[in-house]
């Protein structure tokens, strides 16, 4: 069965520090996607980005930047230069490739706060 | 292009009533799915829709929700006999398929409260 674990349930930090939101995953596939969502506190959920088992290269988005290690099974997601508009709760995203459709298993979710 | 968008934003019943929730998808997204997500968790999966083919449905789902998608357009997620345990915010995502795999974007959600 797939399984998101996200251990860090509330995260504090103060402007312009960087921070790592950590991910961890379990799977039987080989083949499969894993995600990142922002959910500020309007509720809806935003992508932010989408890497698939096979490919291991870290990505950077701006002030985004994303590293999955199969080797530890984990998707860590590092903010750098925090701002305030960065608090919000997110997600780490399992699916696996699926013949009808992709069905996301979810992570509970890290609180970011940061603070002015 | 407009995102995916749910109607109503906020909903509270009592229990016992029926509650029905509409959510449009992103134009041309053939597939769209229901979540729910209740306090402090991340969303679960509820069923899945390719055009107006239901083809997914989890466990969650008991029999007093019903979802449909008549057209392969919008599609309403039905719950009859509302129950305290039904309180969630209700969430609605399209996606395009696509090869290898689709990602899936959300609409607001419905904040769906019984008393």
């Known amino acids: 069965a797939q399984k998101v674990t996200q251990a860090q349930t509330e995260i504090s930090v103060v402007e312009k520090e960087d921070v790592t939101l950590d991910c961890v995953y379990e799977?039987?596939?080989?083949?499969?996607?894993l995600f990142w969502y922002k959910q500020p506190p309007s509720g809806e959920l935003v992508f932010l980005i989408r890497?698939?088992?096979?490919?291991?290269q870290n990505e950077i988005s701006g002030r985004y930047s994303w590293n999955f290690q199969k080797s530890t099974s984990s998707f860590n997601f590092t903010i750098t230069a925090s701002q305030v508009v960065d608090s919000a709760v997110y997600f780490c995203?399992?699916?696996?490739?699926?013949?009808?459709?992709?069905?996301?298993?979810f992570g509970a979710g890290t609180i970011l706060r940061v603070k002015s | 292009d407009t995102g995916v968008s749910q109607d109503p934003r906020h909903k509270i019943t009592k229990r016992g009533q029926n509650v029905t929730f509409r959510c449009d998808p992103i134009?041309?997204?053939?597939?769209l799915y229901w979540y729910r997500q209740t306090l402090g968790q991340g969303p679960e999966f509820l069923t899945y829709f390719q055009n107006e083919a239901q083809l997914e449905k989890s466990r969650l789902l008991s029999d007093r929700f019903s979802a449909e998608r008549p057209k392969g357009s919008f599609s309403t997620l039905e719950i009859q006999r509302t129950e305290q345990g039904d309180s969630a915010m209700y969430l609605c995502?399209?996606?395009?398929?696509?090869?290898?795999?689709?990602?899936?974007?959300f609409g607001p959600g419905t904040r769906l409260t019984v008393l």
């Open positions: 890497r698939n088992s096979f490919d291991e």
């Open positions: 995203a399992l699916s696996e490739a699926g013949e009808y459709g992709n069905k996301l298993v």
């Open positions: 799977t039987r596939d080989t083949t499969y996607y």
């Open positions: 995502a399209s996606s395009l398929l696509a090869a290898p795999t689709d990602t899936q974007y």
């Open positions: 134009s041309e997204h053939n597939r």
